[in-house]
């Protein structure tokens, strides 16, 4: 059974730095691209960040471009988001999502809420 699991959400001020992590189980962690999405209140999910497969390369959304960074530890079977300089915008619920070679975002994790206060 795949999982993935969230973590490192919370409350945090305008400026703050956030590191959120998705460690996963029950897949070939290393064959996957790896990805974070974030839903807002009262908005659709949207993309954030993506990451390949052994680290490279990695995509990011305008709006989080040059703020957050994605990363991958192939032996944790972890992924990370660190985003700085957090703006009340990034307040939603962050999610993980894995996808194989068809690129298809297949499994998802539960969400971890971030809250950024102004």
């Known amino acids: 059974q795949v999982q993935l699991v969230e973590s490192g959400g919370g409350l945090v001020q305008a400026g703050d730095s956030l590191r959120l992590s998705c460690a996963a189980s029950g897949l070939a962690f290393s064959s996957y691209n790896m990805g974070w999405f974030r839903r807002a209140p009262g908005k659709e999910r949207e993309f954030v960040a993506s990451?390949?497969?052994?680290?490279?390369?990695?995509t990011y959304a305008d709006s989080v471009k040059g703020r957050a960074t994605i990363s991958r530890d192939n032996f944790k079977n972890t992924v990370y988001l660190q985003i700085n300089t957090l703006k009340p915008e990034d307040t939603a619920v962050y999610y993980c999502a894995a996808a194989p070679l068809s690129g298809r975002w297949s499994y998802w994790g539960q969400g971890t809420q971030v809250t950024v206060s102004s």
């Open positions: 990451i390949g497969r052994s680290g490279v390369p990695t």
